[in-house]
C-alpha cells in the first residue's frame, strides 16, 4: 500500500523524504486563489520519481454552483490544473464536491458537474483522472451524503470519474465510517485514493477540522479497518508537519504494512 501525504508545493520530493513517504499531494497555486498554475521548474524529476503525485485543485473550486460568476471561472480553473497536473505525470486531480446555495435546486448542482465534464471532453479531455471528494458540511453539498453522492454518480454516467475518500469529512459529514467502504462501492464503483485523517470534532458536526490518527474523535482501529477495507493509496492531511505526518505514515504501516520511499 502507497502511503503519503500533504505537503508544501516548493519541494515535494525533499518533503517526500523527510517522511519517508511512497507519494506526495499538494496544490499548484494557491488554494484559496484563481491564479492558474505556473510551469514548474521541477516537472523532470517529479515525472522520474518513484513517488507518486496527487494535486489537489484550490478550494475555490464550486462547479456545481448556480452562480455563474463562480461556476465558470471554475470549470476553466479546474481544466487548468488538470492540464498542469498531467505535465508533471501527477496520478490524479482532486476535487471537492461543490454545494449549491441554500433555496438552490440541489438536481442542477449534479447537472452542471455533468456539464464540467462535457465542457472537458470538448476540450479535448482532463488528461488525469478527476478524483472527486466527499465534504464534511453542508446541506447543499454533492458529496457530503452517500444519497446525494448517488445522485452526482447518476448524473456523471458515462464519464471516467474516480473517488477520493477522506475520513474525517466522512465522519464530520454524518456518515458512519463503520462498512462504509463498502456502502461507497456501492455508489461510485470504486475508490481511488483515501484521505486518512482523524477529526477533531464529533460525528455529524459538519466540522472540517482534521486531527492526527492517533488523536481525534475517530477510533484509530477503524481507521485502519477502513483504509484496509479501501485498499487504495493514502495521504494523510494531519497536522505536525513533518514529524506529525512521519508519525501518521509510521503508524498506518505499522498497521497496515506499506513499502518505504
Not at 463562480?70 to 498531467?86: F, Y
Not at 496520478?91 to 446555495?101: A, D, K, P, Q, S
Not at 438536481?107 to 478527476?130: C, H, I, L, M, S
Request: charged share 25%.
Amino acid at each position: 500500500m502507497r502511503i503519503g501525504a500533504h505537503v508544501d508545493p516548493t519541494d515535494p520530493l525533499a518533503e517526500a523524504a523527510i517522511r519517508t513517504a511512497d507519494a506526495v499531494q499538494f496544490f499548484l497555486s494557491d488554494p484559496q486563489g484563481w491564479k492558474a498554475p505556473q510551469p514548474r521548474e521541477d516537472v523532470d524529476r517529479l515525472r522520474a520519481s518513484d513517488v507518486d503525485v496527487y494535486v489537489h485543485a484550490p478550494y475555490v473550486v464550486n462547479v456545481a454552483t448556480l452562480n455563474n460568476r463562480i461556476r465558470i471561472p471554475s470549470r476553466k480553473l479546474l481544466l487548468g490544473h488538470a492540464t498542469a497536473a498531467t505535465e508533471i505525470g501527477a496520478r490524479g486531480l482532486i476535487v471537492h464536491g461543490g454545494h449549491v446555495n441554500a433555496g438552490d435546486d440541489l438536481a442542477k448542482g449534479f447537472d452542471n458537474w455533468r456539464k464540467t465534464f462535457a465542457y472537458a471532453a470538448e476540450q479535448g479531455g482532463f488528461g488525469v483522472p478527476v478524483l472527486i471528494e466527499n465534504t464534511a458540511g453542508g446541506d447543499n453539498a454533492c458529496a457530503r451524503k452517500l444519497d446525494a453522492l448517488a445522485r452526482l454518480w447518476d448524473a456523471l454516467d458515462g464519464y471516467d470519474v474516480g473517488f477520493c475518500l477522506d475520513t474525517c469529512h466522512a465522519h464530520a459529514g454524518g456518515e458512519e465510517l463503520l462498512d462504509l467502504v463498502d456502502r461507497v462501492k456501492a455508489v461510485t464503483g470504486r475508490i481511488d485514493l483515501i484521505h486518512a485523517n482523524n477529526s477533531k470534532d464529533a460525528f455529524d458536526s459538519g466540522r472540517d477540522r482534521h486531527d492526527n490518527l492517533a488523536d481525534g474523535t475517530i477510533d484509530p482501529e477503524l481507521l485502519v479497518a477502513l483504509i484496509r477495507a479501501a485498499d487504495a493509496p493514502v495521504i494523510v492531511e494531519t497536522p505536525g508537519g513533518a514529524d506529525g505526518q512521519g508519525a501518521d505514515i509510521a503508524f498506518l504501516r505499522q498497521h497496515l504494512g506499506g513499502t518505504s520511499a
